[in-house]
């Protein structure tokens, strides 16, 4: 199995945004553990306060957390700044896009599509899960072009969260299925303007790849119950 040192560069920086638990958290303690400096990207404050802690038991070279709503452009590039202002010379080497919300049964509730601004269904979904992903991706990659490659020779990782929903097709779920297929024509797009598509073998400067998970128990699942 490949392990975070075969992957990353392990002086460099992790970011994961929805770092303060489920998935986010996971990754940011391997990260820690293969003796990164992380970043965590979230909206509460004292999941992140307790996430840190167990970033830095875990091994992380430092750790800095700043509360990020994904789906406000101007909370991104502020978090982004910060983060170049907070470790200086140290590059970015891994980018997990992974926060988003779980619609859970409003996903296909006859409410949700009513065409007003009370739609707190798929409005809300799509603001975190679909915008929120895509301002990350627009914030931080030209960020890594115009830094060009990384001294040795690895790519920056950038990989994107969202639903195994899109793999598969079920019509009570039909937000979850097309939000996959969204955002693997923006990393295309992504990858297309700036020479790269998205798949491991264009490895020059930046690997760009979607993780479609599977329903598990994490906060956001749970809060969708």
């Not at 020779?153 to 937000?175: E, I, K, Y």
Request: overall charge positive; aromatic content about 6%; hydrophobic content about 45%.
């Amino acid at each position: 199995m490949t392990t975070v040192e075969q992957l990353l560069e392990a002086n460099g920086v992790a970011v994961i945004t929805g770092g303060a638990s489920g998935f986010g958290l996971e990754a940011a303690t391997r990260c820690a553990a293969a003796h990164m400096a992380v970043a965590i990207l979230d909206t509460n404050e004292a999941s992140m306060s307790t996430a840190a802690e167990a970033v830095v038991s875990a091994g992380a070279t430092a750790v800095l957390t700043i509360r990020c709503d994904v789906s406000s452009w101007d909370a991104c590039v502020a978090a982004a700044d910060r983060i170049e202002a907070h470790f200086d010379r140290q590059r970015v080497t891994f980018l997990f896009n992974n926060a988003g919300i779980a619609s859970g049964g409003a996903e296909y509730s006859g409410t949700v599509l009513n065409g007003t601004q009370n739609d707190t269904g798929w409005r809300k979904v799509m603001d975190v899960n679909l915008f929120g992903a895509v301002n990350i991706l627009r914030v931080f990659i030209p960020r890594f072009v115009a830094a060009g490659p990384l001294p040795s020779g690895r790519p920056v990782r950038v990989v994107t969260t969202s639903s195994v929903m899109g793999c598969v097709c079920v019509s009570q779920f039909s937000l979850s299925h097309s939000l996959p297929h969204i955002i693997m024509q923006r990393l295309r797009g992504t990858g297309c303007t700036t020479g790269q598509w998205a798949c491991p073998r264009t490895t020059r400067a930046r690997w760009l790849a979607l993780l479609c998970a599977r329903w598990s128990t994490t906060s956001s699942s749970r809060q969708a119950r």
